[in-house]
């Protein structure tokens, strides 16, 4: 079993910097990648990306490259997503998630970070 | 954008069976497995299917999966009031390289 926790809901000005955290803990192939979704209000959910935890390599979805950065730090297993400057736009909640036993399946979820930016 | 196409709604009474689609391209459905996501109200997604059709422990037999070629479909059959919720396909891209999901479909029990 793998858990995924998140951390709180933000509300921020449009170009604010924010950082958000996803804290892995559980079995070992969790350890491989995590990835991140964005869920708009009233919209589908949406893949942004994910990184390897061995060694920090990145894959962006191409709509997400250049807006967001996710890094990692393996000294407490945390990955972050992290905006340099915030868009109203931006507004939604964002969820971690991993595999499981197979490796092009999102098993587990996180809580889901809502983030709010006001312009 | 969403790179599955999902219809928006589908509704049922309780103990029907309603069936939700999804149509990709040969980039994704047509190369790789599909999973199925039940998300209700509030809460984050949640692995219904895998691998075309498989049950995680504890999803009901009510709910069944299935694939071919470039296009997948999920049952729920004996319908319930619990399952009313957002469903959601999603699978791998080789274009992309990355993962895809559909456009989400809105099951209501009438």
């Known amino acids: 079993e793998v858990q995924l926790v998140q951390s709180g809901a933000e509300v921020k000005q449009s170009g604010e910097s924010l950082k958000i955290s996803c804290k892995v803990s559980g079995d070992t192939f969790a350890y491989s990648w995590i990835g991140w979704v964005r869920h708009m209000p009233g919209k589908g959910l949406e893949w942004m990306g994910l990184i390897y935890l061995g060694d920090s390599d990145t894959r962006y979805s191409p709509s997400f490259q250049g807006q967001v950065t996710m890094s990692a730090d393996r000294s407490s297993d945390t990955v972050f997503l992290h905006w340099s400057s915030l868009k109203a736009s931006d507004t939604a909640i964002y969820y971690c998630?991993?595999?499981?036993?197979?490796?092009?399946?999102?098993?587990?979820w996180g809580q889901g970070t809502l983030v709010t930016v006001s312009s | 954008q969403s790179v599955l196409t999902q219809p928006p709604s589908t509704s049922g009474t309780p103990g029907q069976t309603v069936a939700i689609s999804c149509s990709g391209t040969?980039?994704?459905?047509?190369?790789?497995?599909v999973n199925w996501y039940q998300q209700l109200p509030g809460t984050a997604p949640k692995l219904l299917i895998y691998s075309n059709a498989v049950r995680p422990s504890g999803v009901p037999e009510r709910f069944s999966g299935s694939k071919s070629g470039t296009a997948a479909s999920l049952a729920i059959s004996g319908l319930r009031s619990e399952d009313e919720a957002d469903y959601y396909c999603?699978?791998?891209?080789?274009?992309?390289?990355?993962?895809?999901f559909g456009t989400g479909t809105v099951v209501t029990v009438l």
């Open positions: 999603a699978t791998w891209d080789d274009t992309l390289n990355g993962f895809v």
């Open positions: 998630a991993t595999r499981g036993n197979h490796d092009r399946v999102i098993a587990f």
């Open positions: 040969q980039s994704n459905l047509g190369s790789h497995t």
